[in-house]
């Protein structure tokens, strides 16, 4: 069975066509049958899944109605879900088990969905590529010799893949942005601040956001009007207008819309399969009335610099909870200096160790003016950019990354070609803006994402933009050759 969309299932359970319990079943048969060779998934209690599954079917049969009642829906490993493991993708967190929810777990739970899965990700959310889990890397579902994109591979590719409608990842510098462009289907990074991360394991908390992920605008909806909500345990959280358009979501009027395209994003580097696909999304927004505006955001060229320099600071900081003397992997030593030390260098791969040492230089005595405080400024001035564009454009349309997903081990011993697959992606991150990745089509038989940004807090325009778009193509629908396979 290949899985539906979260809303053609809504619609189903709403009339007591499907069943919960038939569909998380149907969930775990699918990843029973796939996940040995996409690897995927890092843990799952069936058991308790279909307990959840039976006791929203009764809310159902009560009447209950709400946007993710019943629905399946797989979690990134470093959100907590309580009683289940929650590795982060690492060897220091593997016997570690969730002792509370995260707040968008909580509030999902509360309406209802069920989750069946935790997924694999790059360890810490540390990667690009999904090669970087200490488990194993996650496959691409179009071609399983190529990488699904990181650091929210397991989650994508369990969209992309059928095992469930709905998944959670979370973006840091573009962890579902990239993953759903490589992988074919559609994510979104709120605004900052509009869905908490009480509960997501920290790895840069400036940039951190929580970003649901399916397979169009509209499920995603549903997830996004689940979990939105001032939330008192994050101090950054804050509500998001407009939420009542979500569900259900409508096309937004694409005539008169402005439609800004950055030179920047449109230059060398560019695969020209990519620019050609995305230049053709573009003109079916055109064809519909909406105005092309070409605009310049000049401080683009610094944004994998100062992202880099911020995100290893703050990631230099975050991870230092993680010594082996309250919980996790420990490895014994004479003294407990010997124990941190030793435990962390036997429990974290090498890319997390880059990033760590890269922050803690750049923090250190005499760096700290020179390397941290000086891309604070950067920050400022790509964020600067977007205000000015957004002062003469609605949204911006742009390509996801330079090229398409790229062989395993093609860039594993290039950190900084590594780095520049987020090109596209980390200026966003560094302005706190939302932004959308969705199928644009194909090319070389892999699939293409178009990113749209807007200005802050115009998240659900960004959505309704999206769902536009989609109601005009079929890029959304194509399921790939492995996961057709029954």
């Known amino acids: 069975m290949v899985v539906g969309t979260a809303v053609g299932w809504r619609e189903g359970l709403d009339a007591g066509d499907l069943s919960s319990e038939s569909l998380v079943r149907a969930s775990f048969e699918r990843i029973r049958h796939l996940d040995d060779r996409l690897h995927a998934i890092l843990a799952t209690d069936e058991d308790r899944s279909l307990h959840l599954a039976r006791k929203a079917d009764a809310r159902l049969r009560a009447g209950d109605r709400s946007p993710v009642l019943g ?111 490589f992988c074919g289907v559609t994510a979104l990074r709120p605004t900052y601040g509009v869905l908490s991360r009480y509960g997501l394991s920290a790895m840069a908390s400036s940039l951190d956001q929580v970003g649901p992920i399916a397979g169009s605008a509209a499920d995603i909806a549903l997830a996004l009007r689940a979990m939105t909500g001032l939330d008192p345990l994050d101090s950054t959280s804050t509500d998001l207008p407009g939420v009542e358009r979500l569900v259900p979501l409508r096309p937004a009027p694409l005539k008169g819309l402005r439609i800004g395209v950055p030179t920047e994003y449109f230059g060398e580097g560019l695969e020209a399969g990519v620019r050609d696909l995305v230049e053709k999304a573009i003109q079916v927004l055109v064809d519909q009335g909406a105005e092309i505006r070409e605009v310049s955001l000049p401080h683009t060229h610094y944004a994998i610099d100062t992202y880099y320099l911020l995100c290893t600071s703050e990631v230099s900081s975050n991870l230092s909870r993680f010594d082996g003397v309250r919980y996790g992997h420990r490895v014994e030593a004479g003294s407990l200096p010997g124990l941190i030390a030793e435990t962390r260098d036997n429990g974290l791969g090498n890319e997390v160790k880059r990033r760590i040492l890269l922050g803690a230089f750049c923090l250190s005595k005499g760096y700290y003016e020179a390397f941290y405080m000086k891309a604070l400024k950067a920050r400022t001035l790509v964020a600067r950019d977007f205000d000015r564009a957004f002062e003469s454009v609605d949204i911006l349309a ?89």
């Not at 935790?118 to 690009?128: C, Q, R, T, V, Y």
């Not at 390509?399 to 987020?422: H, Q």
């Not at 994402?449 to 778009?469: C, K, N, Y």
Request: glycine share 10%; proline share 10%.
């Open 71 to 181: 629905l399946p829906i797989v979690i990134k490993d470093n959100l907590n879900w309580t009683g289940l493991p929650m590795s982060c993708g690492s060897r220091i967190l593997e016997s570690y088990r969730s002792p509370y929810d995260a707040t968008v777990v909580e509030r999902l739970l509360a309406a209802g969905a069920v989750p069946v899965a935790k997924a694999n990700m790059d360890e810490f959310a540390m990667g690009s590529s999904g090669e970087y889990s200490a488990f194993g890397p996650t496959r691409n579902p179009w071609d399983t010799d190529r990488v699904p994109g990181g650091s929210s591979s397991g989650s994508v590719v369990a969209v992309s893949a059928g095992y469930a409608p709905l998944a959670l990842g979370s973006d840091t510098g573009g962890s579902v942005r990239l993953p759903a462009a």
């Open 398 to 486: 742009t390509p996801v990354s330079p090229g398409i997903a790229f062989p395993f081990g093609a860039r594993t011993d290039d950190p900084m070609a590594m780095y520049l697959a987020d090109a596209f992606t980390v200026p966003t991150s560094l302005a706190g803006l939302p932004c959308l990745s969705m199928p644009a089509g194909f090319t070389a038989g892999m699939p293409v994402g178009i990113q749209l940004i807007g200005p802050a807090f115009s998240d659900v325009m960004l959505l309704e933009t999206a769902h536009a778009f989609q109601s005009l193509t079929h890029h959304h629908v194509a399921s790939p050759p492995l996961a057709a396979q029954e």
